[in-house]
């Protein structure tokens, strides 16, 4: 005769009482977990001044590669150039082409750095406004340029051209008269003269020929009036403020 096992309930397996959470998880634990959380929040707390150093810094060269090789703002600092360009106007001049030899044309509008006995043009709204520090910001290229040492003028004449003037203002190259951007403005009065223009420099006036301080006024300069080539910064390729004056030069 075979047995059965008796029908009914199964008798559990004796278990000991739940894990107490504190026995699993001793206070020493926690103590080192906070702890290790302090260190990753400091060590977080300290990354975060280098990442903004090392964002700043490459912001800062980055703009003065900009600077150097591709382009650069100006303001313009007097009214010589109207009205082609007016006084406070930011002009963004190309400094990119003339590391491939581009080299400027008469009719280029060129910004370019004061030679020798040229007086700075600086008017009292360009004056106006400095603050310690400008200068430093101007020289990062976060601030358009107004020191009243870099100019702008229209290249009329390039090495080896024939530039006259008359005592009425009228100036002709190789024979043939340069008019002013505004057909038939006053010319600035002076001394005739002949001038051949040197290898490797530019004749340069203003717009405004009544107004302007440009080769004319220097024509004893050792060169005829002329500004090396290498003194030019760039070439100015369009007005980028104010937005009501937006436009090619």
């Given at each position: 005769?075979?047995?059965?096992?008796?029908?009914?309930?199964?008798?559990?397996?004796?278990?000991?009482?739940?894990?107490?959470r504190q026995?699993?998880?001793?206070?020493?634990?926690?103590?080192?977990?906070?702890?290790?959380?302090?260190?990753?929040?400091?060590?977080?707390?300290?990354?975060?001044?280098?990442?903004?150093?090392?964002?700043?810094?490459?912001?800062?060269?980055?703009?003065?590669?900009?600077?150097?090789?591709?382009?650069?703002?100006?303001?313009?600092?007097?009214?010589?150039?109207?009205?082609?360009?007016?006084?406070?106007?930011?002009?963004?001049a190309d400094?990119f082409t003339?590391?491939?030899?581009?080299?400027?044309?008469?009719?280029?509008?060129?910004?370019?750095?004061?030679?020798?006995?040229?007086?700075?043009?600086?008017?009292?709204?360009?004056?106006?406004?400095?603050?310690?520090?400008?200068?430093?910001?101007?020289?990062?290229?976060?601030?358009?340029?107004?020191?009243?040492?870099?100019?702008?003028?229209?290249?009329?004449?390039?090495?080896?051209?024939?530039?006259?003037?008359?005592?009425?203002?009228?100036?002709?190259?190789?024979?043939?008269?340069?008019?002013?951007?505004?057909?038939?403005?006053?010319?600035?009065?002076?001394?005739?003269?002949?001038?051949?223009?040197?290898?490797?420099?530019?004749?340069?006036?203003?717009?405004?020929?009544?107004?302007?301080?440009?080769?004319?006024?220097?024509?004893?300069?050792?060169?005829?009036?002329?500004?090396?080539?290498?003194?030019?910064?760039?070439?100015?390729?369009?007005?980028?403020?104010?937005?009501?004056?937006?436009?090619?030069?």
């Amino acid at each position: 005769m075979r047995l059965s096992a008796p029908t009914g309930r199964r008798r559990r397996t004796p278990q000991g009482p739940a894990p107490d959470r504190q026995t699993v998880l001793p206070e020493h634990g926690r103590a080192e977990r906070r702890r290790l959380a302090r260190r990753v929040r400091r060590r977080r707390a300290g990354r975060a001044p280098r990442r903004i150093a090392a964002a700043l810094g490459g912001s800062i060269l980055l703009t003065l590669l900009v600077k150097t090789f591709v382009a650069q703002v100006f303001v313009i600092p007097s009214g010589s150039m109207e009205p082609t360009l007016r006084v406070g106007d930011r002009v963004l001049a190309d400094t990119f082409t003339r590391w491939f030899g581009s080299t400027p044309a008469r009719g280029d509008v060129v910004v370019f750095h004061a030679p020798e006995g040229w007086s700075p043009q600086r008017t009292t709204a360009a004056s106006e406004g400095r603050f310690p520090g400008k200068a430093l910001l101007t020289s990062l290229g976060l601030l358009p340029v107004d020191d009243g040492t870099t100019l702008i003028k229209r290249v009329v004449a390039v090495g080896g051209d024939t530039v006259e003037g008359d005592a009425a203002g009228s100036v002709r190259v190789n024979g043939a008269v340069v008019e002013p951007p505004d057909a038939g403005g006053a010319g600035r009065a002076a001394v005739p003269f002949r001038v051949t223009v040197p290898a490797g420099r530019l004749f340069v006036l203003g717009d405004n020929r009544g107004n302007s301080a440009d080769s004319r006024v220097h024509l004893d300069n050792g060169h005829g009036g002329s500004i090396p080539e290498d003194a030019v910064i760039g070439q100015a390729v369009a007005v980028a403020w104010p937005t009501a004056h937006w436009r090619t030069v």
